[in-house]
Each structure stands twice: as C-alpha cells, then as structure tokens.
C-alpha cells in the first residue's frame, strides 16, 4: 500500500508571496490533517479536513487555509509568506474514525524556506 | 490551556539499561494520549497509544490521571531504540489533531 505523499518536497519563496501545498492520502483514508513543524515550536496542528469538511482547526492565523477534494487529496494554502512560515509542513492521513482504534500515517513532509 | 510537556530535550542511556521518557500533560476533559517515534530519515509514526494499553517494541505507558503523566518506559534499551520521541494528546479517540510534545532525544550507545 503505497504511503502518503507529498509535493513538493521542498519549496523555497519570498516574503510576501503565496503557496500551496498537496498531499495525497494512503488509499481509502479520508481524514487529512496537517502539522507545522519548527525548531522553536515544534509540531503544532493546522487542521484536518474529512469528506471534504474541515473538522478541526488549530491556533494559526486566516493566511493558512487548506481544502479537501472528492478523492481525499488535499491542498494547504499559506497567503501573504512571512520569514516566519519557513517549517517543515507535514501531512498525516487516517481512516477518520471519531472512535475506535484509528491511525494516522505520516507524509514526509514538505520543507517550505521564505526568504 | 492544552499542553504536552516532555521535560528532556535528550537522554542518553547504554545498552541494556532502563529507560523512561517522561510526558505531562494539561488538559480539561478526557484526552487520549500517544507516543510517536521517528527514526532517522524516516517518517514519524505511531508507537502506542493508552487506550490499547499493548506494548510495542518492548516499550509501555500508563496513563496517569492524578499526575497528568504519561511515561514511556523499556526495561532494557537496545541500540535500534536510537530515535526522537513525541508523546501527544487528542481530544478524540481517533487521535487526530494532535498536540505534540516538543520531544525526547533517545540515544541508546552501546
């Protein structure tokens, strides 16, 4: 079963611009969340989305945005970049369960730079 | 305010020796916690989770409630135990949307 995917790998922008990052879920998982993750604040939580729904939603400010599409990908968009954004992005994919044993798998993230 | 604290940003042990990665954490209600692991130049994954209360790898948790803590402990480390250790809690069963610890260092030498 072929993992979680993520593009690009890495990405470098400046101040001011945009970007928007993909991720494809393992197969038959429709639960995507994603991670932020920086040497000052480790792993902080974005959102997650499901059926297309965001479910869940983190402590970041409107510039980050994500949807979900019908196959369970999903795109995050971080508008006006700031030296701040540079982390690793990471997506994580699970069956979406609200209960019962469920497991999130872990993409290898994308290195995002903002120069 | 949620919170996960992992107070050692290392720990380094020998081969054979005991280890225990320590966890507390803040929160309200009734969260479900997890330890994550990541070796190197791989991707972070699940290592256990309390409510299943199995043990793998060899390692173990207990949740304890009066002390906000959730432990990892191995009797005895093995060099391939070598790794970066999160310990996280959700407030779902399902154990999305993660908060994270900002992680444990392992360092198994022999």
């Known amino acids: 079963k072929a993992g979680v995917t993520q593009t690009p790998r890495y990405l470098i922008k400046t101040r001011g611009q945009q970007v928007t990052l993909s991720c494809s879920p393992i197969?038959?998982?429709?639960?995507v969340s994603w991670y932020q993750q920086t040497p000052g604040q480790g792993l902080q939580f974005l959102f997650e989305?499901?059926?297309?729904?965001?479910?869940n939603k983190g402590n970041f400010p409107g510039r980050f945005s994500g949807r979900q599409f019908s196959n369970s990908r999903s795109e995050m968009n971080v508008s006006t970049l700031e030296l701040g954004d540079s982390a690793l992005y990471l997506c994580?994919?699970?069956?979406?369960?609200?209960?019962?044993?469920?497991?999130?798998?872990f993409g290898p993230g994308t290195r995002l730079t903002v120069l | 305010a949620q919170r996960v604290t992992q107070p050692e940003k290392l720990l380094s042990v020998f081969k054979g020796a005991p280890v225990e990665l320590k966890c507390n954490y803040s929160y309200s209600g009734s969260p479900e916690l997890f330890w994550y692991v990541q070796y190197s130049r791989q991707r972070l994954q699940l290592l256990l989770r309390h409510i299943s209360r199995e043990s793998i790898k060899g390692f173990t948790a207990d949740l304890n409630k009066g002390e906000t803590s959730f432990h990892l402990k191995k009797p005895f480390a093995q060099e391939e135990d070598s790794a970066m250790y999160y310990c996280a809690l959700s407030k779902n069963q399902a154990g999305t949307a993660l908060i994270f610890g900002k992680g444990t260092t392992l360092s198994v030498s022999s």
């Open positions: 994580a994919s699970s069956l979406g369960l609200l209960a019962g044993e469920d497991t999130q798998y």
């Open positions: 197969s038959g998982h429709r639960s």
């Open positions: 989305y499901f059926s297309e729904t965001q479910r």
